[in-house]
């Protein structure tokens, strides 16, 4: 019997449905404008894009200039990339204009639909960020989508690693700039670093489309993205606290693996305590519990979670002498990412490599206070509807399912449960052989490098092979039917040829370690017969095209032709067998994707499977599990367990019910539930931080836009001087209760000058006003003669240098001070007081006083600061030159050659006739002297 909710959906439709119905109209007015752009020659489609311009000038908004736009840049990818954007296309680009999240499947032309919505927001020239999920897809989506942008008469940048910043600014300047998340949030941090308007590289939050949405709003806003510094270096401690790990056992400590957390019990404490008394890390008398125990005991903490709750190969790999860590959503290794607080820094103590030393945070910023900067955002990922509440909650976004192009023909099959991962292993190596023998390309998911290499030893190994050929013989025994028997006596006979063969079923296994092999790899996975094993796809950003890549194909040939390669004759040929391979992987079924665990999320899951089945496609996905695999050991069901040995299954045997697939749900929603909640308090706390931030981000820009800052600075003096007056002559307080030679010396501290404030003070009738005006008055003087000293021009610089200079300062140590009182303060819920709330109040306090303190701080540096004196510099000159001269000398000993011809053109007294020789390389004028000890003399 269907429910109230299904019939009154199969009567009226789903919301999503009628969404998508409404922009029909809008669909319609674009294609029916098709026949005039194509009508156009090429100068007059890049003529289009002037005239919209000026459109939206004279007052047009873009909802009115969309239809041309989109069949504008319709007709330029169908030009440049032969692909004419479907009208499935057309909707989601309409839906990503509206600032909306399009769910599309994998394969349905995510990058070429956001060209339309791209090219239309970025009429108004403010610039639209295109955000990718790792360089090589910045740089590809870039390079490739660029031939549509140019044809339109649009500019296209790409940020990436390493670029200096003068590349890093044109590529910002561009009308279209694809980047990483990571490389957007940090450029937004450097740039409120700077001290020059010329050195900022963002100029503006207008619109952001993010690609793979989910994974980047979603799953690495779990932890912000933090700027650093150096701090003081404590290996030597860490290496000792390391080695006790080792020595504790059970009864020592809990892990608690839903939280991912790991502390002592009492009788760890106190074994813990012995030990760091017997290696003089504490006093005699001294407890763990004590204040001056807090290092340590975050020490402990820290190794203990390195041991017990960071595994190799899953969580991070040692590299060329590094931990590099692992991101568990895409497999990737996450280069120049680190753990905070000491975590990272206890996992290389662990792994006995160098220990880094730790880092101060000098700005940070939550993925999500950073994407809710735009103007407006929109984003694009085959998964995203589980996620449509905290989507909505924390960033405004809306989530629309776009329609296939065509419809899903992949058979997604329920999850298959083992009792024991031995037993679901042997099921997926006979599943891989099946599928190889009938020539169907496999894509298996694993969720682990140490999993994925576990799975290709199975693959390899000849005796596991063998029993399963025996097994599949004795089931052909047992079948009735004729078709039956002759179907698994085939199977055993492959398998059993398969098993005689040194490498087993052919494979190629995609991980961290083969990062670089990815495209590859993931390129050729459709290929007829290909079997690959591949830590979480999230993300991947290449489809896998049955039959192969063609593209790629055509450059591995051309490339091994060398001179002789006909890329034309190559293409045509490769594009023939790509194509006649693709047909038989059709007809072994297509893409079988094969998941050898569940993933915490079911987006991942969902993400793995929509590999198959792209663009109407056939395909299957299948799920092998076991009661061992963490979700299920963890957040499974215990009555599964009961119900599973209450059957009495023999061995090899699995259970496949809907209702598991319902329980499994349950359990994944209910962690997916934990970690939004741990993201939203995580937001919540930030938004506070966020609220300072803004603020004095604000600040550094109005101080860097402005040419003369002396009124601020003046502003400053004056209420130091009247903090300073109030504190030394409380209000409404008889003369012989003021403290006026405290206020002489804080007088001559901060503001810099020696007044008569005694003898004023002593004198018939005056007040705290009559001394805050005379004070500020000789300041006042004070600080005109040191502008005539120095010139207004250069004062007026180093007003700004210094302004900038402790702003940064102070807010780096407020930012340590924060993050002190956010470890902390939740201590106090054992008070019955809110943490949040607690944060909120003690912040401002901490926020007030750090203003105060800046004041305080600019004033006396601007009061102290003096030009030098001719003795003075040369003495400072001097010793710079000793000490670089004892540096280089220390680099590199001195050694003189034989005297050389001088250069063509070398006159002594021009620098510019020089040339540009290295500090170490023999002087231009031929003496024989290396440059540093000839004419490169400092």
């Given at each position: 019997?269907?429910?109230?909710?299904?019939?009154?959906?199969?009567?009226?439709?789903?919301?999503?449905?009628?969404?998508?119905?409404?922009?029909?109209?809008?669909?319609?007015?674009?294609?029916?404008?098709?026949?005039?752009?194509?009508?156009?020659?090429?100068?007059?489609?890049?003529?289009?894009?002037?005239?919209?311009?000026?459109?939206?000038?004279?007052?047009?908004?873009?909802?009115?200039?969309?239809?041309?736009?989109?069949?504008?840049?319709?007709?330029?990818?169908?030009?440049?990339?032969?692909?004419?954007?479907?009208?499935?296309?057309?909707?989601?680009?309409?839906?990503?204009?509206?600032?909306?999240?399009?769910?599309?499947?994998?394969?349905?032309?995510?990058?070429?639909?956001?060209?339309?919505?791209?090219?239309?927001?970025?009429?108004?020239?403010?610039?639209?960020?295109?955000?990718?999920?790792?360089?090589?897809?910045?740089?590809?989506?870039?390079?490739?989508?660029?031939?549509?942008?140019?044809?339109?008469?649009?500019?296209?940048?790409?940020?990436?690693?390493?670029?200096?910043?003068?590349?890093?600014?044109?590529?910002?300047?561009?009308?279209?700039?694809?980047?990483?998340?990571?490389?957007?949030?940090?450029?937004?941090?450097?740039?409120?670093?700077?001290?020059?308007?010329?050195?900022?590289?963002?100029?503006?939050?207008?619109?952001?489309?993010?690609?793979?949405?989910?994974?980047?709003?979603?799953?690495?806003?779990?932890?912000?993205?933090?700027?650093?510094?150096?701090?003081?270096?404590?290996?030597?401690?860490?290496?000792?606290?390391?080695?006790?790990?080792?020595?504790?056992?059970?009864?020592?400590?809990?892990?608690?693996?839903?939280?991912?957390?790991?502390?002592?019990?009492?009788?760890?404490?106190?074994?813990?305590?012995?030990?760091?008394?017997?290696?003089?890390?504490?006093?005699?008398?001294?407890?763990?519990?004590?204040?001056?125990?807090?290092?340590?005991?975050?020490?402990?903490?820290?190794?203990?979670?390195?041991?017990?709750?960071?595994?190799?190969?899953k969580d991070y790999i040692v590299k060329n002498g590094s931990v590099m860590l692992i991101d568990e959503f895409t497999?990737?290794?996450?280069?120049?990412?680190?753990?905070?607080?000491?975590?990272?820094?206890?996992?290389?103590?662990?792994?006995?490599?160098?220990?880094?030393?730790?880092?101060?945070?000098?700005?940070?910023?939550?993925?999500?206070?950073?994407?809710?900067?735009?103007?407006?955002?929109?984003?694009?990922?085959?998964?995203?509807?589980?996620?449509?509440?905290?989507?909505?909650?924390?960033?405004?976004?809306?989530?629309?399912?776009?329609?296939?192009?065509?419809?899903?023909?992949?058979?997604?099959?329920?999850?298959?449960?083992?009792?024991?991962?031995?037993?679901?292993?042997?099921?997926?190596?006979?599943?891989?052989?099946?599928?190889?023998?009938?020539?169907?390309?496999?894509?298996?998911?694993?969720?682990?490098?140490?999993?994925?290499?576990?799975?290709?030893?199975?693959?390899?190994?000849?005796?596991?092979?063998?029993?399963?050929?025996?097994?599949?013989?004795?089931?052909?025994?047992?079948?009735?039917?004729?078709?039956?028997?002759?179907?698994?006596?085939?199977?055993?006979?492959?398998?059993?040829?398969?098993?005689?063969?040194?490498?087993?079923?052919?494979?190629?296994?995609?991980?961290?370690?083969?990062?670089?092999?990815?495209?590859?790899?993931?390129?050729?996975?459709?290929?007829?017969?290909?079997?690959?094993?591949?830590?979480?796809?999230?993300?991947?950003?290449?489809?896998?095209?049955?039959?192969?890549?063609?593209?790629?194909?055509?450059?591995?040939?051309?490339e091994a032709a060398g001179d002789d390669a006909d890329p034309a004759a190559i293409r045509e040929q490769i594009t023939?067998?790509?194509?006649?391979?693709?047909?038989?992987?059709?007809?072994?079924?297509?893409?079988?994707?094969?998941?050898?665990?569940?993933?915490?999320?079911?987006?991942?899951?969902?993400?793995?499977?929509?590999?198959?089945?792209?663009?109407?496609?056939?395909?299957?996905?299948?799920?092998?599990?076991?009661?061992?695999?963490?979700?299920?050991?963890?957040?499974?069901?215990?009555?599964?367990?009961?119900?599973?040995?209450?059957?009495?299954?023999?061995?090899?045997?699995?259970?496949?019910?809907?209702?598991?697939?319902?329980?499994?749900?349950?359990?994944?929603?209910?962690?997916?539930?934990?970690?939004?909640?741990?993201?939203?308090?995580?937001?919540?706390?930030?938004?506070?931080?966020?609220?300072?931030?803004?603020?004095?981000?604000?600040?550094?820009?109005?101080?860097?836009?402005?040419?003369?800052?002396?009124?601020?600075?003046?502003?400053?003096?004056?209420?130091?001087?009247?903090?300073?007056?109030?504190?030394?002559?409380?209000?409404?307080?008889?003369?012989?209760?003021?403290?006026?030679?405290?206020?002489?010396?804080?007088?001559?501290?901060?503001?810099?000058?020696?007044?008569?404030?005694?003898?004023?003070?002593?004198?018939?009738?005056?007040?705290?006003?009559?001394?805050?005006?005379?004070?500020?008055?000789?300041?006042?003087?004070?600080?005109?003669?040191?502008?005539?000293?120095?010139?207004?021009?250069?004062?007026?610089?180093?007003?700004?240098?210094?302004?900038?200079?402790?702003?940064?300062?102070?807010?780096?140590?407020?930012?340590?001070?924060?993050?002190?009182?956010?470890?902390?303060?939740?201590?106090?819920?054992?008070?019955?007081?809110?943490?949040?709330?607690?944060?909120?109040?003690?912040?401002?306090?901490?926020?007030?006083?750090?203003?105060?303190?800046?004041?305080?701080?600019?004033?006396?540096?601007?009061?102290?600061?003096?030009?030098?004196?001719?003795?003075?510099?040369?003495?400072?000159?001097?010793?710079?030159?000793?000490?670089?001269?004892?540096?280089?000398?220390?680099?590199?000993?001195?050694?003189?050659?034989?005297?050389?011809?001088?250069?063509?053109?070398?006159?002594?007294?021009?620098?510019?006739?020089?040339?540009?020789?290295?500090?170490?390389?023999?002087?231009?004028?031929?003496?024989?002297?290396?440059?540093?000890?000839?004419?490169?003399?400092?």
């Open positions: 019997m269907l429910g109230l909710n299904t019939i009154g959906k199969k009567i009226f439709g789903t919301q999503n449905d009628r969404k998508v119905k409404r922009v029909q109209s809008l669909v319609n007015k674009i294609n029916a404008l098709e026949p005039e752009f194509v009508a156009l020659d090429d100068a007059g489609i890049k003529a289009k894009t002037e005239e919209f311009k000026a459109r939206l000038e004279k007052g047009e908004s873009l909802d009115d200039l969309l239809p041309e736009a989109f069949a504008n840049a319709r007709e330029g990818a169908k030009r440049t990339l032969g692909l004419r954007p479907f009208d499935v296309q057309l909707v989601g680009g309409i839906f990503l204009h509206r600032g909306d999240i399009a769910e599309m499947k994998t394969g349905e032309g995510k990058t070429l639909m956001a060209t339309l919505p791209v090219y239309l927001n970025a009429l108004t020239g403010r610039g639209v960020h295109v955000v990718t999920v790792n360089d090589y897809l910045a740089k590809r989506d870039a390079e490739w989508m660029d031939q549509v942008y140019s044809f339109l008469g649009m500019t296209t940048g790409v940020i990436y690693p390493g670029m200096d910043d003068a590349e890093k600014i044109a590529a910002y300047q561009a009308d279209i700039t694809y980047a990483t998340n990571n490389e957007l949030g940090f450029d937004y941090l450097r740039d409120n670093m700077k001290s020059e308007l010329s050195q900022i590289a963002q100029r503006d939050h207008y619109f952001a489309i993010v690609d793979e949405v989910d994974s980047i709003l979603i799953d690495e806003a779990r932890t912000p993205l933090i700027i650093s510094g150096p701090a003081e270096d404590r290996s030597d401690l860490y290496v000792k606290v390391d080695r006790l790990i080792p020595s504790l056992i059970e009864d020592h400590y809990t892990i608690d693996e839903k939280a991912k957390s790991a502390v002592l019990t009492d009788a760890g404490n106190e074994f813990v305590e012995e030990q760091f008394l017997a290696q003089g890390l504490m006093e005699e008398g001294q407890s763990l519990y004590d204040p001056e125990s807090t290092t340590l005991v975050h020490h402990v903490n820290n190794a203990l979670r390195a041991h017990k709750m960071f595994l190799r190969e497999g990737r290794m996450m280069d120049g990412r680190r753990l905070s607080d000491g975590l990272h820094q206890a996992i290389e103590a662990k792994e006995n490599v160098e220990i880094q030393p730790e880092n101060v945070t000098l700005a940070s910023v939550t993925f999500q206070n950073y994407f809710r900067l735009y103007d407006k955002l929109a984003g694009m990922t085959g998964t995203a509807q589980t996620e449509a509440e905290e989507f909505q909650e924390i960033y405004g976004l809306g989530v629309v399912e776009v329609p296939t192009n065509k419809p899903i023909a992949r058979i997604d099959e329920h999850d298959a449960i083992y009792r024991t991962a031995k037993e679901k292993y042997t099921a997926i190596v006979e599943e891989i052989a099946k599928a190889y023998l009938k020539g169907q390309p496999t894509l298996v998911g694993t969720t682990s490098i140490e999993k994925s290499e576990y799975l290709s030893m199975l693959l390899k190994d000849q005796g596991l092979l063998k029993i399963i050929s025996e097994n599949l013989r004795t089931r052909a025994a047992d079948m009735k039917k004729e078709e039956n028997q002759k179907k698994y006596t085939d199977w055993a006979d492959g398998i059993a040829e398969l098993a005689s063969r040194p490498d087993g079923i052919p494979h190629n296994v995609l991980n961290a370690r083969f990062h670089e092999q990815e495209a590859g790899i993931v390129a050729n996975a459709g290929k007829l017969g290909a079997v690959t094993i591949a830590t979480n796809m999230a993300g991947r950003g290449t489809d896998i095209q049955l039959g192969g890549n063609v593209d790629m194909q055509v450059l591995e040939a051309i023939a067998s790509v194509a006649a391979d693709k047909k038989k992987a059709l007809d072994a079924g297509g893409l079988f994707v094969l998941a050898t665990e569940r993933h915490e999320s079911r987006r991942i899951d969902n993400q793995l499977r929509g590999r198959s089945g792209r663009q109407g496609d056939p395909g299957k996905s299948s799920f092998f599990l076991s009661l061992e695999d963490d979700l299920m050991r963890i957040f499974g069901s215990e009555r599964l367990d009961k119900v599973l040995s209450t059957l009495g299954m023999s061995e090899g045997e699995a259970i496949i019910h809907p209702w598991v697939n319902k329980s499994l749900e349950k359990a994944q929603a209910k962690v997916e539930g934990r970690n939004f909640d741990i993201r939203k308090q995580l937001l919540k706390f930030d938004d506070v931080m966020n609220d300072q931030r803004k603020v004095i981000f604000g600040q550094r820009f109005e101080i860097m836009e402005a040419d003369d800052l002396s009124d601020i600075v003046k502003d400053m003096r004056d209420e130091v001087i009247e903090d300073l007056v109030t504190e030394h002559i409380p209000p409404k307080s008889y003369p012989d209760q003021w403290d006026i030679e405290g206020l002489y010396g804080k007088v001559i501290e901060h503001i810099g000058i020696d007044v008569p404030v005694i003898e004023w003070a002593n004198e018939e009738g005056i007040d705290d006003e009559d001394l805050k005006e005379r004070i500020s008055k000789e300041a006042d003087k004070f600080m005109a003669k040191k502008v005539v000293d120095f010139t207004a021009e250069q004062f007026r610089s180093v007003e700004k240098q210094v302004l900038l200079q402790t702003i940064d300062k102070n807010w780096r140590e407020h930012l340590v001070t924060l993050e002190h009182l956010r470890s902390v303060v939740g201590f106090r819920g054992y008070a019955n007081r809110d943490p949040l709330n607690e944060y909120k109040t003690e912040a401002f306090e901490l926020f007030q006083g750090m203003l105060d303190g800046l004041r305080t701080e600019v004033t006396g540096q601007l009061a102290h600061v003096r030009i030098l004196t001719e003795e003075e510099r040369n003495e400072i000159m001097q010793q710079m030159q000793a000490e670089a001269q004892a540096n280089m000398a220390a680099a590199t000993p001195a050694s003189e050659g034989e005297p050389t011809e001088p250069l063509d053109g070398f006159v002594e007294d021009d620098p510019t006739t020089w040339g540009n020789p290295g500090r170490n390389s023999a002087c231009p004028c031929g003496s024989g002297k290396k440059f540093k000890q000839c004419h490169g003399k400092l």
